[in-house]
């Protein structure tokens, strides 16, 4: 400026200095005067255009600088700066300055949309995460599938099931399944219109081609006007293994059976006698007193049965009355030696007692473990073939009484040593052979070890012959003394040892 | 000379009751308390009519039953079961299989027993008479058996 304004003095005094020496009048002089101002006057336009230019880049080039700054890199500042002498009246670096603020804007709504967006994709991938470990670590097998029947989803359980008969090929087809009964009930709920559920037991083998039982519980899913694709999952399938159920029906069965079978018996004795005395078929009297000893045992036997069935029910019940008192435990054995005898003689088993001579004293209910030695006496003699002999002894092991009932008969193998003292169990190949209820070794079990705190074993080997052992701890260490402790005896009882 | 009837049971009490009442009606009665007993007592003597439990040691009724029809000679012998079981036998089965006349469920009337003992060895009065025996479910006979004809006899589970 101060450059133009110099030249501009200097023409106007060159002008000047023109004028006074040509005067007036001279034309040449005037002409030079016009000139030398229209040269002026177009040089300070041109100049101002310049530096309006100038100024002009000068501005765009800080807006770029700060579009990177504020755009590209991390935004610090809210608004744009005003720069000095900034042409703010030039149009369209206005609207410039206004398109990119709107842009910015925009883009920290974008930004700040996208941040909220990952926030929400994280937290249903971490729900989904949470669905998935949940629903692959079920047990039971779960299946998904779609309208046309093809399968969409199986949990690792159900993959096996599926694996074993169709291998890893994708879409397996509900129809395919080979369990005809779940692939039909899967078929109708795809058909089916509204939404609903359908239970069935169904058998399915498992991938060692072991037939599981299970119960499926089969949903339609309700079918939303919005979701209208066919590809979506339909049809969900639960299956439930019921095999534990199934056996302990079967199992329940068998005993009923065994029960009823074990009842009816000595109810037959009882209706076939009294038949026979009733229609006057037995004149001698003696065959009448016979009949009626008979009859009366039978009576006592199916007693025996009911109160076997009835304590088991109320030990496991935990509503026993117990009734513990010291006693000597071989005077328990050797009633309950009497009370299997006859059975034994009938069958033609040697029955032989070999007690000990130290008094046992033993805390227990009298009646319950007389039960248990019964049972056992009864479970040897039904085992063992006529001609064989079962021996009852009893012993004094460390702090323990201790007896055991040894036969000569079928023998146990190892598994059926594990599981003879379950309830109902019956050892398979010699169900032919005795009848029983499945609950005499049980129950003595119970009785030794529940009621009593004592242990129970049985050693066997096939076709030799068993030996139940029982434990029970002893009542004090006067063991040696024929008599009972003062403090634990019981009057009366306080038996003669063996 | 009196018709002799095989009585099979491990029940002593059982044995004693039928034995009484057949004895008393005029049968010869041999009696054995398991199934190997009573195969032997058939071998060694021979019997007109078999009635056997069905659980027994050593030779359970069924095996008996097998044994039986395994000899062609025996293919006819009448054979009766006596049974406590409830739901594990099947008359039908066993008719069909073995040609066992009847299955007779404990508890049982000898007066019953009687009657279908005599109706089998040709005794009793004739069929479709009153007073036949109402527990027993007969079997009904396999080929060239004698057909049974106590089509009026309940089913097992009645009695």
Known sequence: ?498 | MPKRVLLCDDEIAILRAAEFKLKKAGYEVQMASDGQAGWELIQRSGVDMVITDCQMPRMSGLQLVERIRSEPALQQLPIVMLTAKGFELRPEELAAKWNVLAVLPKPFSPRELLQLVDRVLGNGPPPGLPGMPTSACLAGSADGGPKPDLNSFSPLETS
């Not at chain 1, 991938?125 to 097998?141: A, F, K, N, R, V």
């Not at chain 1, 032989?352 to 805390?363: C, G, I, K, P, T």
């Open chain 1, 1 to 498: 400026m101060s450059l133009l304004g110099l030249s501009a003095l200097s023409v106007l005094c060159a002008s000047l200095a023109v004028w006074k020496g040509f005067g007036p009048e001279s034309s040449w002089g005037w002409g030079l005067a016009v000139g030398g101002a229209v040269a002026l006057a177009a040089s300070w336009v041109l100049t101002r255009l310049v530096c309006q230019e100038q100024t002009t880049l000068r501005y765009l080039e800080a807006l770029v600088e700060r579009v990177e700054k504020d755009f590209l890199l991390p935004s610090v500042h809210r608004e744009l700066p005003t720069l000095s002498g900034s042409p703010g009246s030039l149009p369209a670096v206005e609207k410039l300055t206004k398109a990119f603020t709107q842009l910015r804007a925009r883009l920290e709504e974008l930004e700040h949309h996208r941040a909220s967006l990952e926030v929400r994709i994280r937290r249903v991938q971490s729900e989904w995460q949470q669905i998935y470990t949940i629903l692959t670590g079920i047990p039971e097998p779960l299946l998904a599938i779609n309208e046309y029947g093809e399968l969409l989803w199986a949990n690792p359980p159900a993959e096996a099931l599926l694996e074993s008969e169709t291998g890893r090929d994708r879409p397996v087809r509900a129809q395919r399944i080979k369990c005809p009964k779940l692939a039909s009930l899967l078929q109708n709920m795809c058909e089916r219109k509204t939404a609903g559920s359908r239970s069935e037991e169904v058998e399915w083998a498992d991938p060692k081609g072991t037939v599981r039982f299970y119960r499926a519980l089969v949903t339609r899913l309700v079918p939303s006007t919005e979701q209208a694709d066919p590809g979506a999952v339909s049809v969900v399938a639960l299956l439930r293994d019921i095999g534990d159920q199934k056996a302990l029906q079967k199992r329940h069965a068998e005993f009923v059976s065994s029960v009823s079978h074990e009842m009816k018996t000595p109810l037959a004795g009882i209706k076939a006698y009294v038949e026979l005395l009733a229609d006057g078929d037995v004149e001698d009297p003696e065959t009448q007193q016979e009949f009626f000893q008979t009859i009366a045992a039978q009576v006592e036997r199916l007693q025996r049965l009911v109160e076997n069935l009835l304590n088991l029910a109320r030990i496991e019940a935990g509503v026993v009355q117990v009734r513990k008192q010291a006693h000597s435990l071989n005077e328990i054995l050797e009633e309950a030696f009497r009370v299997v005898q006859p059975a034994a003689e009938a069958k033609q088993i040697r029955l032989e007692a070999d007690l000990s001579q130290l008094y046992l004293n033993v805390y227990v209910d009298r009646d319950l473990l007389l039960q248990a030695a019964i049972n056992l006496l009864s479970n040897a003699v039904k085992y063992t073939p006529a001609g064989g002999r079962v021996t009852l002894r009893s012993r004094l092991e460390d702090q323990y009484a201790q007896f055991e009932v040894e036969d000569t008969g079928v023998g146990l193998s190892q598994e059926d040593c594990q599981r003879v003292f379950e309830k109902f169990y019956r050892v398979h190949k010699d169900a032919h052979m005795a009848s029983g209820t499945g609950l005499g070794l049980p129950l003595a079990k119970h009785i030794v070890e529940d009621v009593h705190g004592g242990s129970i074993a049985v050693e066997s080997q096939l076709g030799v012959g068993s030996t139940f052992r029982v434990r029970l701890p002893l009542l004090s260490r006067s063991w040696d003394s024929r008599a009972p402790t003062p403090e634990t005896a019981e009057p009366a009882s306080a038996g003669t040892p063996a």
